[in-house]
């Protein structure tokens, strides 16, 4: 039974990798899966898969539209460029590696989709690199350190997806475990700065310049904006702001709220709707202050409805992801893998728990969708063990969405073969650089440091 699940798992990530759709193939694996256990094929599929996946949908579609909203807004308004070009402006050519990292960091982290961080900070990474002479083969890396660790699964309060999802199995919010997510966070930063200065010196050294013959090379004069990066940064203040103070505010509406809807409970819905009702703000603030720049209504609609499209595959894929998941954990061969994980470390869930995401994570090529397959199959076993120990949910928040920026990138993950494709790069040239600064890094400090925390260190 326990190979019948490997050899679907390994199906998934191979038909994955060669670019076939997870929505198609995704039950078809999971039936195989299920055929293996001699399970029937269409309750299967209709009672387990859909659902589950179902259920997903319901409890993320809002965050998974107003996000893609959020990102498309950004980007045809020209905020996001702005804030791209303010930043790589004020560092120089020079420190092209940090300018280019922070620049999408300070996107990602006020909630900008990593698709659209990436074509905003190209254009600006490529100048930059240009014109300093550093190998453009970097540029992949620079821009995966700065959308893929420290914004998006470390920093409290980030509005990405893979800090909000925790929240629902763990009581807790998206700024969960502040201190550690911050310390893990810089650490990330520091150390992937250090290894692509590092690589930057060996390949000027052995006389290896910017390159030529690239393509999608941008034009130093495209893509410019008029927009203040003061005024560009306002919506995500407002996001980030306004998620926090609701994120608090939220647990006293549950008295009134139960007067009409009776068995709500705040704990596990505060965090979903302090973030639905910021993003739709960020959204506002930032068609009013681009409107301008957006020229038209039209263009308006144009932003909306690309947005509103793009966020039905990803959350599609995701919630296809979290079916298979519900399949194979229903199956009696998965029992005897989670007796596994949940017994690596009998003293606490997290290193467990680290270990289930980052596979999870890595088969399917997806942050969200391997946290999601993970926590739904084992996050209420992960929270009974913690609080039986005493350890704050918290850090069970945290350790979670640390676990699934690390095995998630590897060459396979759609997001990676996306931005090697925005910079007109292949995996040969350039994915030593991107593993290095968003797996080998990330998947390090995730499991450094759960000793250093049970030291009571952080």
């Known amino acids: 039974m326990v190979i019948g699940i490997i050899i679907s798992l390994f199906l998934l990530m191979l038909l994955a990798y060669r670019g076939f759709s997870v929505i198609v193939f995704a039950p078809l694996c999971a039936i195989l899966a299920a055929l293996t256990a001699g399970w029937p094929i269409l309750p299967t599929y209709t009672d387990v898969f859909m659902a589950k996946g179902v259920v997903f949908i319901k409890n993320f579609f809002p965050l998974f539209l107003l996000g893609a909203l959020f990102g498309k807004i950004m980007e ?23 300018a280019t990292t922070l620049a999408a960091g300070v996107l990602s982290y006020g909630g900008v989709s990593v698709f659209v961080v990436a074509f905003a900070v190209y254009p600006f990474a490529a100048v930059l690199f240009r014109t300093a002479g550093i190998p453009k083969r970097l540029i992949p890396g620079t821009l995966t350190l700065g959308m893929f660790t420290f914004p998006m699964t470390a920093f409290p309060g980030t509005p990405q997806l893979q800090n909000i999802i925790p929240t629902r199995y763990f009581g807790t919010t998206t700024f969960a475990a502040p201190v550690l997510g911050i310390v893990v966070g810089i650490l990330m930063l520091v150390l992937g ?78 965090a979903i709707w302090a973030l639905i009702v910021a993003i739709f703000a960020g959204c506002v603030v930032a068609i009013a202050i681009g409107f301008k720049n957006m020229k038209t209504v039209s263009n308006i609609s144009t932003a909306l409805s690309a947005g509103a499209i793009g966020s039905l595959l990803t959350i599609m894929n995701t919630a296809t992801e979290v079916g298979y998941g519900s399949v194979v ?19 606490t869930p997290l290193i467990s728990e680290a270990l289930t995401v980052n596979i999870l994570a890595g088969i399917t090529g997806s942050a969200s969708g391997g946290m999601a397959i993970a926590l739904e199959a084992m996050g209420a076993h992960y929270l009974e063990w913690a609080n039986s120990i005493g350890l ?27 931005v090697l494709a925005i910079c007109g790069l292949t995996h040969r040239q350039s994915y030593a650089d991107v593993g290095m600064c968003s797996v080998v890094i990330p998947v390090f400090l995730n499991f450094a440091v759960i000793p250093i925390y049970s030291l009571g260190i952080l």
């Open 76 to 98: 045809a308004s020209g905020a996001a460029r702005s804030i791209a070009r303010a930043i790589a402006d004020k560092l120089g050519p020079d420190k092209a590696i940090l």
């Open 392 to 418: 704050d949910p918290e850090v069970l928040h945290r350790i979670a969405s640390l676990a699934s920026g690390g095995l998630d990138s590897l060459p396979h993950n759609g997001a990676v073969i996306s």
């Open 329 to 347: 954990s229903s199956l009696p061969g998965f029992k005897t893998v989670s007796d596994f994980l949940m017994s690596i470390d009998p003293g």
């Open 193 to 270: 700065i250090l290894w692509l200065e590092w690589r930057k010196r060996k390949l000027l050294a052995a006389g290896e310049g910017y390159g030529e013959g690239h393509i999608n090379e941008p034009d130093p004069g495209a893509e410019q904006s008029e927009m203040n990066p003061i005024l560009a940064l306002l919506p995500m203040i407002v996001v980030l702001g306004l998620n926090l103070y609701l994120t608090n505010a939220i647990p006293n509406w549950e008295k009134p709220t139960q007067e009409i809807f009776a068995g709500v409970s705040m704990k596990g819905s505060a």
